[in-house]
Every structure is written in structure tokens, then in C-alpha cells.
């Protein structure tokens, strides 16, 4: 007999929604890993003791991670997606007939609760993952990539310090009866004249639709307004470590200290130590190689190719800071000093001495004598050269290639980091947190389901993995302490 279904709708229903949700659903595995009650207590501060109710932190950081999982980056969108999902109703905790949150709820609030606490929520997924044994913490990778800003670069102007409203007035007033005589003096012939164009750069104009955003270019990308994402990746399992928005006007190596100090701190306060460092070229500077030297850090960061060790013939003498020429005279210290923000140091040697020299007229070229300039960290520079010239440095090259590329790959094509709709830096932030959340719970995921739950085995793994870079493998000649570690 042909069956026909005819739909009616009941004025009563029996109805449970987890029941109709599979028990391997991405969302409803995810609401009882995620445990975010802690931001109760977190976002109180922020709300007042009466009038009405506001959303429910939970549900609303909830609702950004959905978006950032499903790659929606409107809040209206997003409402409209998670009335039409059961399972997304049941990861925020709706029933089918409760109201969902409206989209400007999600804007007013990600505008109300400040930085700390979306860092706050960072901390807790990352440190979920390195309970579950997914973080080695040894070798960290960062690198940055160019987000376009929520502005138009038919939005930027003229920069005018010192212009009042008054003056203002003045120039318009000024530059409309100008235009008014040209036309009179034409015989109503008037044709405006095409705007030249005029090159534009953060010193001379701004964007006032969003000022943090800045005139940015990189090769294979137009010209146009950017915010700089800068990201550190975990090795051992491509885990963002940290993440932070920037402006895209200062160049890479200025943000490399600070980003390197919050994720050693990040993992040190996990119980995890760092020892490698990894990054491209446009993070070297004399003083991040330094810096991350003191720190106890190994650094495999390729110098600038411009760079040179000293002078060609010139030999540098260490026990007497002196640098001795092809001829064997000697250029001694005479002071150190900062040109376009890099430390330097002279080396001089009086003209009187160089005289008589055969090279004198091709060697110097200052009035006073020889004179050389040095990097104040050159032993520093010279040192990481050696380093990434070795089998390790190559090794990690390419390691630094396939850990941290892939990722910002994947947060720009799969979850919407392509563009920040929000403006402003702090906003900008927000977002990129979040994003980075979004994927590391979806690595956590994965990671979990991939191992069935076994945490000894992939904490073991780690382990291993972590002392096989400390001692270059000598203490795992046999398979067989693996192979035992896992049987247990």
C-alpha cells in the first residue's frame, strides 16, 4: 500500500533534542568536553547588579565559536544558521522553542567584555590541549600574515595635524570660490580636473572609517588597508601556542620579543619548557638573536641577506674588540651608537697611519681615516649563521615551513580569517583569539578521537618525541623502549 505523509502541526509535542542528535555529532561531543562555566565569575565585574538581563557569556562565546567553525563571519548570518541546526541549538543549550539571542547581542557584547577575558578563554582550550598530550612546548614556530582591515582605501585622507574646525570651514569656503571663478572664467566650459595620483603611505594619510588600520603591501597582494596577525604554532602537533593582532606599519622583528615572552610564559606556567625558536627573515635583528640568547633560547632565524660580518679582508681580533686590516694596521673601538634603529659600533684608525699604505686611495674615504661599522651584535648574528647552517637548522627549516604556514592556510580559507569584519585593534584581536580557539578545539578533537581517549599513550609520545630532540636520539638506539612504554 503507497504511504502519503501529510504534515500537520501538533498543539502539543513530545520532543527531545538530544535524543535526535548521534552520539559521534561534532557539537554534542564538544559541549561535554568544553566546560566554560568559569566565565560566570569572569564576566561579572563587567555587568550591573539590576535591570535587564543580558546574555547568557556561555552562550555567547559559543555562538563565536560556531561561527568561526562553520566560517560565518556575520552575526546576522549566524543567528540565521543556528535556528536552522539542532545540534548547534544543543551545543548552546536552546530548546526548539526558546528565542535565540538577536545578532546585535553578539556585537554589543564582544564590544563590552574586554581582551582579558577572550585570553582567558585561549588559556583554558590550549591548556585542555596540553593535558590530552598534544604540546611538546620545545619548538615553537611563529610567522605573521596580512589581514584586510574593514576599510576602503577610497576611505583614507590627507593627513593635517593642527586643523580646527574654524580653519576647516576656511579651506572649503576658500577652495569653493576658486572653483567657481575657474568656471566663470571658462565660459561655462568647465571640466574638472582628474585628481593626480598621489602616493599614499601611513606618514601622510589615514583611514578615518578604522585609524588602527594601516596602507600595507606584500608581494602577490594589492595595496590596501591590513591588520598583521602574529601567530606562534607548537611543532609537535601544529597547536597555536599564541596569537595577537598588530598593525601592519612596523615591521616583523619588532613584535618577535614580546610574542616569544607571552608564549614561553604560556607554557612555562603549563609545566613546559621551551628551547627552539623559529621564524623567517623578516624577524632578524642584532637584537632579538641577543635577547633570545639571554633568554637560554636557540634561535634559527635567517639573517637579512645584506648582512655582512665585517669589511672583506678585514679580520676581527675578539680579546682586543679590534679589527685588523688586509695591510696589518689596526682599527680600535671608538664608540657605539643607533642609525635606523639598529645598533652600531665604530671602528676607527687615525689617516696618518694609512698614508703610506698602497690601498689608501681605494680604502679610505673619510677625511679623518679609516672608519668601519659594525653590528653592536655581530657575535650574536655570527653565532645563529652557524647554527642554521647545520643538519638541525636545515631540518628546521622546513619544519618552520609545514607547521605554521599550513595553519594561517587554514584559518584564512576555512574559518574566515581572510578579513576582519569588526574595526578597531582591540576588536581585531578578539577575533583572531577566538579563531585560534575555534582550532585548537577542533585539533583537540581530533587528536581524542584519533587516539580513542588513550591519554597515557599520547602524553608517552610526547615525552619521547621531546627527549629524542634534547639528545639527538642516542637514547633510543632500540624500538624497544617505546614499544614497551605503549604495551603498558
Same mark, same amino acid.
Request: glycine share 4%.
Given at each position: 500500500m503507497l504511504g502519503k505523509k501529510v504534515y500537520q502541526e501538533k498543539l502539543f509535542t513530545n520532543f527531545s533534542l538530544s535524543s535526535r542528535i548521534p552520539e559521534n555529532n561534532f557539537y554534542k561531543v564538544l559541549k561535554d568536553e568544553l566546560d566554560l562555566s568559569f566565565l560566570y565569575k569572569t564576566c561579572k565585574p563587567y555587568y550591573g547588579e539590576c535591570g535587564q538581563k543580558s546574555i547568557d557569556p556561555v552562550v555567547f562565546f559559543k555562538l563565536m565559536l560556531v561561527g568561526y567553525f562553520e566560517g560565518i563571519t556575520?552575526?546576522?548570518?549566524?543567528?540565521?544558521?543556528?535556528?536552522?541546526?539542532?545540534?548547534?541549538?544543543?551545543?548552546?543549550?536552546?530548546?526548539?522553542?526558546?528565542?535565540?539571542?538577536?545578532?546585535?547581542?553578539?556585537?554589543?557584547?564582544?564590544? &563590552?567584555?574586554?581582551?582579558?577575558?577572550? %585570553?582567558?578563554?585561549? /588559556?583554558?582550550?590550549?591548556?585542555?590541549?596540553?593535558?590530552? #598530550? !598534544?604540546? *611538546? #612546548?620545545?619548538?615553537?614556530?611563529?610567522?605573521?600574515?596580512?589581514?584586510?582591515?574593514?576599510?576602503?582605501?577610497?576611505?583614507? %585622507?590627507?593627513?593635517?595635524?593642527?586643523?580646527? =574646525?574654524?580653519?576647516?570651514?576656511?579651506?572649503?569656503?576658500?577652495?569653493?570660490?576658486? *572653483? /567657481?571663478?575657474?568656471?566663470?572664467? /571658462?565660459?561655462?566650459?568647465?571640466?574638472?580636473?582628474?585628481?593626480?595620483?598621489?602616493?599614499?603611505?601611513?606618514? &601622510?594619510?589615514?583611514?578615518?572609517?578604522?585609524?588602527?588600520?594601516?596602507?600595507? +603591501?606584500?608581494? #602577490?597582494?594589492?595595496?590596501? @588597508?591590513?591588520?598583521?596577525?602574529? !601567530?606562534? =604554532?607548537?611543532?609537535?602537533?601544529?597547536?597555536?601556542?599564541?596569537?595577537?593582532?598588530?598593525?601592519?606599519?612596523?615591521?616583523?622583528?619588532?613584535? @618577535?620579543?614580546?610574542?616569544?615572552?607571552?608564549?614561553?610564559?604560556?607554557?612555562?606556567?603549563?609545566?613546559?619548557?621551551? *628551547?627552539?625558536?623559529?621564524? /623567517?627573515?623578516?624577524?632578524?635583528?642584532?637584537?632579538?638573536?641577543?635577547?633570545?640568547?639571554? !633568554? #637560554?633560547?636557540?634561535?634559527?632565524?635567517?639573517?637579512?641577506?645584506?648582512?655582512?660580518?665585517?669589511?672583506?679582508?678585514?679580520? +676581527?681580533?675578539?680579546?682586543?674588540?679590534?679589527?685588523?686590516?688586509?695591510?696589518?694596521?689596526?682599527?680600535?673601538?671608538?664608540?657605539?651608537?643607533? *642609525?635606523?634603529?639598529?645598533?652600531?659600533?665604530?671602528?676607527?684608525?687615525?689617516?696618518?697611519?694609512?698614508?703610506?699604505c698602497r690601498l689608501f686611495k681605494e680604502c679610505v674615504k673619510y677625511k679623518k681615516g679609516k672608519c668601519i661599522s659594525i653590528s653592536f651584535y655581530k657575535e650574536n648574528i655570527d653565532k645563529a649563521i652557524v647554527r642554521i647552517e647545520t643538519s638541525q637548522g636545515q631540518y628546521f627549516k622546513s619544519k618552520r615551513q609545514t607547521t605554521v604556514e599550513p595553519v594561517f592556510g587554514s584559518l584564512m580559507e576555512n574559518m574566515g580569517m581572510n578579513k576582519v569584519r569588526t574595526r578597531g585593534l582591540d576588536k581585531a584581536n578578539k577575533v583572531f583569539l577566538m579563531t585560534a580557539v575555534a582550532y585548537n578545539l577542533r585539533k583537540y578533537l581530533r587528536f581524542n578521537a584519533r587516539w580513542i581517549n588513550e591519554k597515557i599513550v599520547a602524553v608517552a609520545n610526547s615525552i619521547l618525541q621531546s627527549l629524542k630532540d634534547y639528545f639527538f636520539g642516542c637514547l633510543f638506539q632500540s624500538k624497544a623502549i617505546p614499544i614497551i612504554i605503549l604495551s603498558k
Open positions: 556575520s552575526d546576522r548570518k549566524l543567528i540565521d544558521f543556528v535556528s536552522l541546526r539542532l545540534d548547534v541549538l544543543y551545543f548552546i543549550g536552546y530548546d526548539i522553542d526558546e528565542a535565540i539571542p538577536w545578532h546585535s547581542t553578539i556585537s554589543r557584547t564582544r564590544s &563590552t567584555l574586554p581582551t582579558n577575558i577572550f %585570553e582567558e578563554v585561549f /588559556d583554558t582550550v590550549f591548556n585542555m590541549c596540553v593535558e590530552k #598530550g !598534544m604540546v *611538546s #612546548g620545545h619548538t615553537q614556530a611563529i610567522d605573521s600574515a596580512l589581514i584586510k582591515a574593514n576599510a576602503s582605501m577610497d576611505s583614507i %585622507e590627507l593627513k593635517k595635524p593642527g586643523l580646527t =574646525v574654524s580653519k576647516y570651514v576656511e579651506e572649503v569656503v576658500s577652495q569653493n570660490d576658486q *572653483s /567657481d571663478n575657474e568656471r566663470d572664467n /571658462d565660459n561655462h566650459d568647465y571640466k574638472p580636473n582628474k585628481r593626480k595620483d598621489i602616493k599614499r603611505s601611513n606618514k &601622510t594619510h589615514y583611514s578615518p572609517t578604522d585609524e588602527d588600520a594601516k596602507i600595507a +603591501y606584500k608581494p #602577490g597582494k594589492p595595496t590596501n @588597508l591590513y591588520y598583521q596577525s602574529q !601567530m606562534s =604554532v607548537d611543532s609537535a602537533n601544529c597547536v597555536i601556542s599564541h596569537i595577537q593582532a598588530t598593525k601592519a606599519d612596523k615591521r616583523d622583528s619588532v613584535y @618577535l620579543i614580546p610574542i616569544v615572552e607571552k608564549t614561553k610564559n604560556r607554557l612555562n606556567k603549563a609545566g613546559i619548557l621551551v *628551547s627552539n625558536i623559529l621564524a /623567517d627573515t623578516n624577524y632578524s635583528a642584532g637584537e632579538n638573536y641577543f635577547r633570545l640568547d639571554k !633568554m #637560554g633560547l636557540k634561535a634559527f632565524i635567517p639573517p637579512h641577506g645584506q648582512y655582512k660580518g665585517g669589511p672583506e679582508g678585514f679580520k +676581527y681580533l675578539k680579546e682586543s674588540d679590534e679589527w685588523e686590516c688586509p695591510e696589518g694596521n689596526k682599527l680600535t673601538f671608538r664608540r657605539d651608537y643607533i *642609525s635606523d634603529s639598529i645598533r652600531k659600533k665604530d671602528y676607527r684608525i687615525p689617516i696618518n697611519k694609512c698614508r703610506d
